[in-house]
């Protein structure tokens, strides 16, 4: 393998870059929201799009927050126009929790966080659901089950860099997905950001990785404005980290993420380690 000139790293996000999550998570916080929202609820015109979007907002990197947030927020909008606007508003007020609690009350957001945590939970791990979080297990089937690898260890063995993972999984969750992955990592190039210290938008979890990798200039990939906001507030501290987006061509999640300092946006992995060759050049 030839390393590559222009950087020496990867450091990777997980859901969304490495795995298809959209029938895992995106479907578990839209299901464990409806379940708990208060009357008007959620009916079927709400769907993962919706969910989405409230990341857009940033600050929601941890599925059990935008449940709670889609519970509490969906029943007072609705889809399209209205919810848009609400987002942008969210975003306004700095996203994530903060911006919830600050239009619901602490009491109300506490309340439906403690509702939607165990129903995600079980939602997503069904008969491995005490493996996973101590809970009773579910007879259903786990929609970890529906999360489909977007690169083979191959491809990321080809882009001749050592890599690392930082993710908003838990540990054991991100066990799960490296088994599904076929990944062996070594313990110090995984973290996960369910530890307080490495919460995204935070710098910290990047900064550990990179050390670990021994690297200077690595290239963080990720999906969401809070993997961007990590790399931005990484290289306010010192490391030469650069940023590559994956979202589909021509969306809203490509235009922010363009908008708030992205390096390069593309549709896949692929495309993005594509890219990065091509910047060697």
């Known amino acids: 393998m030839t390393p590559a000139k222009g950087f020496d790293a990867l450091i990777l996000d997980m859901d969304g870059v490495l795995l298809d999550t959209r029938r895992s998570f995106t479907l578990a916080t839209l299901l464990s929201a409806r379940a708990c929202a208060e009357r008007p ?8 799009a919706e969910v989405e979007r409230l990341r857009l907002a940033g600050g929601f990197n941890n599925d059990w927050d935008a449940a709670a947030a889609l519970c509490l927020l ?4 609705r889809p399209g126009p209205l919810w848009n606007a609400l987002c942008e508003e969210l975003s306004q007020r700095g996203g994530g929790p903060g911006a919830v609690r600050r239009l619901v009350g602490d ?9 939607v945590e165990p129903l995600f939970q079980r939602l997503y791990a069904g008969p491995r659901a005490f493996e996973l979080y101590g809970l009773e297990p579910s007879e259903r089937r786990g929609l970890y089950e529906e999360e489909v690898p977007m690169v083979t260890p191959c491809e990321l063995l080809e882009a001749g860099l050592p890599f690392g993972i930082f993710t908003g999984r838990t540990r054991e969750e991100a066990e799960l997905a490296l088994d599904r ?3 062996v990592l070594p313990p110090e190039r995984l973290v996960c ?11 910290d979890g990047l900064l ?3 050390e670990a990798l021994g690297a200077r200039r690595p290239l963080h990939v990720g999906d969401t404005v809070d993997d961007l906001r990590s790399a931005l507030a990484a290289r306010a501290a010192g490391l030469a980290v650069r940023f590559a987006g994956v979202a589909p061509d021509g969306g809203e999640a490509e235009r922010r993420l363009c908008a708030e300092g992205a390096d390069a946006v593309r549709p896949s992995l692929r495309d993005v380690l594509i890219w990065m060759k091509e910047e060697e050049r």
Do not use: I, M, N, Q
């Open 181 to 183: 992955l076929g990944l």
């Open 208 to 210: 550990v990785l990179a």
């Open 193 to 203: 950001d369910s530890e307080p210290r490495f919460r995204k938008p935070g710098p």
């Open 107 to 115: 009491v109300c957001w506490e309340r439906a966080r403690r509702e």
């Open 41 to 48: 609820g959620l009916g079927e015109e709400w769907t993962t």
């Open 74 to 77: 969906a029943p007072r909008s």
